[in-house]
């Protein structure tokens, strides 16, 4: 079966680092690019930028450019979203997606991994 | 960035009712525009592709029309299941850019 797996949620506080993983089965991880897409708490999707496995070509929405990393290791098949100082702002769903090159047609969702921000 | 509008931003109808969602592109997107569901807690699923083409396994009830800046997401008959927020999604240019959402509850 074709499945992205999210990594946990996450509980963190203001300053701190983290690092989320999507790691993608029953498909060649290197035929599709992944999405990363954020949902603040009962708010609409906002997508934070894409990568391509094969060779780490990145993409990112200038609104999350520099806020975020995204990464892949494709020898194990998966995805990476990070933050070096997290605010309570991020505080939200992260959703991996996959879709073909140029398509942008975001066709297998993971579960989503819950980050919440706090004091 | 291309923006997106969705109307309406809710909807109330009764089972076997059709449903029409309108999406607005602020520019020319060509046919490039994707509609997703999501249910209550769930990630969101894609239900239409390029503007009008069914994804594999989506019931054939629901269907989308349109090009260049107006779209049209329909469920030919509101099923209980149907229960969700649903999205559309520009893919012309990046940064990809999602509408509102639409939230159809049953009445």
């Known amino acids: 079966e074709v499945q992205l797996v999210q990594s946990g949620a996450e509980v963190k506080k203001p300053g701190e680092s983290l690092k989320i993983s999507c790691k993608g089965f029953?498909?060649?991880?290197?035929?599709?690019?992944i999405g990363w897409v954020r949902q603040m708490p009962g708010k609409g999707l906002e997508w934070m930028g894409i990568?391509?496995?094969?060779?780490?070509?990145?993409r990112y929405n200038p609104s999350f450019q520099g806020q975020v990393t995204i990464s892949a290791d494709k020898s194990i098949s998966t995805a990476y979203l990070q933050w070096s100082s997290l605010k309570a702002s991020d505080t939200a769903i992260y959703y991996c997606?996959?879709?073909?090159?140029?398509?942008?047609?975001?066709?297998?969702w993971g579960q989503g991994t819950m980050v919440s921000v706090s004091s | 960035d291309i923006q997106m509008t969705q109307s309406p931003s809710s909807l109330s109808a009764s089972v076997g009712d059709r449903v029409t969602i309108t999406c607005q592109a602020s520019?020319?997107?060509?046919?490039?525009l994707n509609w997703y569901q999501q249910k209550p807690g769930k990630a969101p699923k894609l239900l239409i592709y390029?503007?009008?083409n069914l994804e594999t396994g989506v019931p054939s009830r629901f269907s989308g029309s349109g090009s260049g800046t107006d779209f049209t997401f329909t469920i030919s008959s509101l099923q209980p299941e149907d229960i969700a927020t649903y999205y559309c999604?520009?893919?012309?240019?990046?940064?990809?850019?999602f509408g509102g959402g639409t939230k159809v509850e049953i009445k």
């Open positions: 997606a996959r879709t073909e090159f140029d398509r942008y047609t975001f066709d297998i």
């Open positions: 520019q020319d997107i060509n046919n490039f």
């Open positions: 990568i391509y496995p094969g060779d780490s070509d990145t």
């Open positions: 390029d503007a009008s």
């Open positions: 999604q520009q893919y012309d240019n990046l940064p990809l850019t």
């Open positions: 029953g498909y060649s991880f290197t035929f599709y690019w």
